[in-house]
């Protein structure tokens, strides 16, 4: 079994810009790809620049589809174009691990997220994301992909 460090973080609020879609499981893959290139359109044509890496923020749904926000952290809010639109992620207190593998296989590093949380005398408070710390164009080996998991909290 695995085992997961995890620390906590009072993090602020952070200005991104994203896309957004509703989306089975096996869709995911190619709008991800998709969305990235368009939002890093819309950061090129404005003053702005990206402060970290590409981020998705999973919503699961009762028909088995996600509802999907999909961007980059930012300096300051820029207007958006077409499906990009100016959002944030919240602040507030965070447990977070970096999962070292596939994005099939992430679903332990959730539940270790969960457990901590609870065992700190916490809840689960918004929907987590994931920072994508390893380019799978440039690292084709899943093995190797290193995944940031943030899971916003608040302490009971």
Known sequence: MRTY?????????Q???VARATLFVDEIGPWLGQA???????IAGSDSYPIGPPFARYRMLDDDRFDIEAGFPIPAP???RGDVHASALPGGPAA???HVGGYDEMEPAYEALASWVAD???ELAGDAWENYLT???EE???????????QPYRVG
């Open 5 to 13: 460090s995890i620390s906590s973080e009072t993090l602020p609020e």
């Open 135 to 137: 380019n799978p164009e």
């Open 78 to 80: 820029v207007e958006g």
């Open 140 to 150: 084709p080996d899943p093995g190797s992909w290193r995944t940031e998991i943030v």
């Open 36 to 42: 990235y290139q368009r939002i890093a359109e819309v």
């Open 15 to 17: 200005p991104t810009l």
């Open 120 to 122: 700190h005398g916490g």
């Open 96 to 98: 977070i691990t970096v």
